[in-house]
């Protein structure tokens, strides 16, 4: 397990922004893949968006448009520029890391976005 400091999120208006981010603690951490999956009241967590080594990026399909995910090799953080942002988007956004692409992910604590005039 790794431990991972997220940081970002808040209220927002609709149409307005944020920007998560997220990195695991310690200097000689390194990741196959991160990225964000978020979790609504009442609903399943679910994929927003997730970068492996390799430069390859999943975005969940109703953020695809809107998000952007981006990884800082230097710091060995991962962001989440988050546009347009609807009142749908509200949940806990979780930082997600897996060392290798076979390994157990470990997650961050969440960090919440609320979207609501």
């Known amino acids: 397990q790794v431990q991972l400091v997220e940081s970002g999120g808040g209220l927002v208006q609709p149409g307005g922004s944020l920007r998560l981010s997220c990195a695991p603690t310690g200097s000689d951490v390194s990741a196959y893949s991160m990225g964000w999956y978020r979790q609504a009241p009442g609903k399943q967590r679910e994929l927003v968006a997730t970068m492996n080594k390799g430069g390859n990026i999943n975005y969940g399909d109703s953020v695809k448009d809107r998000f952007t995910i981006s990884r800082d090799f230097v710091k060995n953080t991962v962001y989440l520029q988050m546009n347009s942002l609807k009142s749908e988007d509200t949940a806990v956004y979780y930082c997600?890391?897996?060392?290798?692409?076979?390994?157990?992910?470990?997650w961050g604590q969440g960090t919440q976005v609320t979207v609501s005039s």
């Open positions: 997600n890391f897996r060392a290798t692409a076979w390994a157990v992910p470990s």
